[in-house]
């Protein structure tokens, strides 16, 4: 008799309960083909937020009752799910009686155990421990965080017990250990390596005392690496990125793993961190922002029996800065941080105080940390840092002398027409002449009108590649040269009246004389013994004298508006040590 639509069904188990007994041999209860929910049941709320793995057993029946062989038959997953944080896998353990827990320790299987670790238990473990205690030689590697070891008592006998466990957390330290060796005690030393477990122990493991060869006690538990591997065991689908022909030797899926444990952790990658920086600390604002991380000191309490608690003190040292105290704990698996905001109160998953001039602080936990952890605390200090923007050296302003050009050498600036424009950080700074031969504004400095040069010393100092815009106004410079005799002659009381062709402009005005004449015939000469008086004749001898030997003075005057004549000038002649330039 040929099969027929309906001879292959899937059949229930015995218990179709997500339990470690669920699973067993099959039931006389058929599933219903395209009925919801006939062996997933709806996702909760709690199991989309923390994840969840569901094993259900359920079985392949021929309800056919000829005796013609059944050539064979296949199982496949047509229609993968649509949520992307949902996976459906299948496995055969050929065996119809087995349970949840069979298959739990199947999956687990994918951990296929390795060689001996080197080192083994401290002393005897017992059920529901998170930790355990391993002991080796000095200067061998610890146990790996993240890495799956397997614990084996009674290996390949009966009763025999085995757990892979995972390491979450090492704390390793170099103990001294004793043995009784011929009725005497003898100390050695070995390394120690308590390991934080994911999970619980499901069994008690017996441990082995310390032995001066770090072999661990016959017939004990053996602590085994794990090494994976792929064995092929489980089915899935994915869905096609491509068009494929049924001919195609290759396929392009969007994916070739399965979820089969959930996980929450998540990757990120951080570059161009420096460390401990958590919090920042502001040395300067100008002329930019200086910032450096804050947090460089730590210190650790470890949680044990003795010392677990809700409240702590302690005192740091260096001083800590306001604001840039955290503290770290765990309880409950859950990591928690308690910060000062700045004014010497901590705040967060606890309470208390902390003072920045003794560093005594106080603090109060949320909740009890774990046994095993360690309550970090971080802090940061100024004393690292030293501001010293203010305390640079007094450095002269820059000066620029310049010459301002001319068509004619014989021109002079006119006062108050001098304007110098250039860029500083950006903004446009302006220095110009006040009229009596000083720069002023975002500048300091002298202009000489006559000659057109000066000094500039800017304020602000030009940009990298800036150029200073320079206006101005020249007028041509009238020159009139006098002998010295008639209306220039020196009166009686040493004054000299010079008559000028126009009226100067304000400011404008520059008078030279010579003080001294050198004469050319001074060999064989003798020092005169008094200075020499005024007109000097041709032919005195002058070697030393009081006087220097050309003297040119060049007197700006400021003249108002309405000028009634040309000043007076004392002759030089009457006084020494005449200045070169006033």
């Known amino acids: 008799m040929p099969l027929l639509a309906g001879d292959i069904r899937l059949a229930r188990s015995a218990n179709m309960a997500d339990v470690p007994e669920g699973g067993g041999p099959p039931s006389a209860q058929l599933l219903t083909s395209g009925r919801s929910n006939e062996i997933f049941p709806d996702i909760s709320e709690e199991t989309r937020t923390v994840g969840r793995v569901e094993i259900y057993q359920i079985f392949g029946i021929l309800r056919n009752t ?194 089969i444990v959930p996980n929450s952790r998540s990757e990120a990658a951080l570059v161009d961190q420096r460390p401990m920086a958590r919090q920042t600390l502001v040395l300067a604002t100008a002329p930019r922002r200086v910032e450096v991380g804050t947090t460089p000191h730590s210190k650790r309490i470890k949680i044990a029996e003795e010392n677990v608690g809700l409240v702590y003190v302690d005192q740091l040292r260096p001083l800590p800065e306001p604001g840039m105290t955290f503290i770290d704990y765990w309880a409950l698996g859950t990591k928690y941080t308690i910060s000062d905001d700045g004014t010497g109160r901590l705040t967060g998953a606890g309470g208390g105080v902390v003072d920045p001039l003794t560093g005594a602080i106080n603090y109060t936990l949320k909740a009890l940390p774990d046994i095993g952890s360690s309550i970090t605390i971080a802090w940061g200090s100024r004393v690292g840092y030293t501001d010293r923007t203010q305390q640079a050296g007094a450095v002269r302003m820059p000066e620029f002398p310049f010459l301002l050009e001319s068509d004619n050498d014989a021109d002079q600036v006119v006062p108050n027409s001098l304007t110098m424009k250039w860029l500083s950080g950006g903004v446009l700074r302006t220095a110009t002449d006040n009229g009596t031969g000083q720069i002023t504004g975002a500048a300091t400095g002298v202009i000489d009108y006559p000659t057109r040069t000066g000094v500039l010393r800017p304020s602000y100092m030009p940009d990298p590649g800036a150029q200073i815009e320079v206006d101005y106004t020249v007028d041509n410079v009238v020159t009139e040269i006098y002998s010295g005799v008639g209306p220039t002659s020196p009166d009686v009381a040493g004054f000299v009246t010079l008559p000028l062709a126009q009226q100067p402009a304000a400011g404008s005005l520059a008078v030279s004389w010579a003080t001294i004449c050198s004469v050319s015939v001074t060999s064989g000469g003798q020092p005169a013994t008094s200075s020499p008086t005024w007109p000097i004749t041709t032919g005195t001898d002058i070697v030393a004298n009081t006087v220097p030997d050309t003297q040119v003075a060049v007197l700006p005057m400021v003249m108002p508006q309405a000028w009634a004549g040309p000043p007076n000038i004392i002759p030089p002649s009457t006084y020494v040590n005449w200045p070169r330039s006033s």
């Open 66 to 259: 000829d005796r013609a062989a059944l050539m064979g038959s296949n199982v496949i997953l047509a229609q993968p799910p649509a949520d992307p944080n949902v996976s459906i896998t299948l496995l055969s353990l050929k065996d119809p009686f087995a349970t949840r827990a069979d298959i739990a320790k199947r999956i687990e299987a994918g951990m296929s155990p390795g060689p001996e670790w080197s080192g083994y238990l401290r002393e005897n473990h017992y059920q529901t421990m998170r930790s355990i205690t391993l002991l080796q030689r000095p200067g061998l590697s610890p146990p790996t965080i993240g890495r799956t070891y397997l614990l084996v008592w009674n290996e390949g006998l009966a009763g025999e017990r085995r757990q892979r466990v995972r390491i979450k957390t090492t704390d390793t330290q170099n103990v001294i250990c004793t043995e009784i060796v011929n009725g005497q005690l003898v100390d050695f030393l070995a390394q120690v390596t308590t390991c934080e477990l994911f999970d619980p122990l499901q069994y008690d493991f017996p441990g082995s005392p310390p032995s001066r060869q770090f072999a661990r006690a016959p017939g004990q538990t053996v602590v085994r690496e794990t090494v994976y591997s792929d064995t092929g065991m489980f089915c899935g689908a994915s869905r096609l990125t491509e068009p494929t022909q049924a001919s195609d030797s290759w396929l392009q899926l969007a994916s070739i793993y399965s979820q």
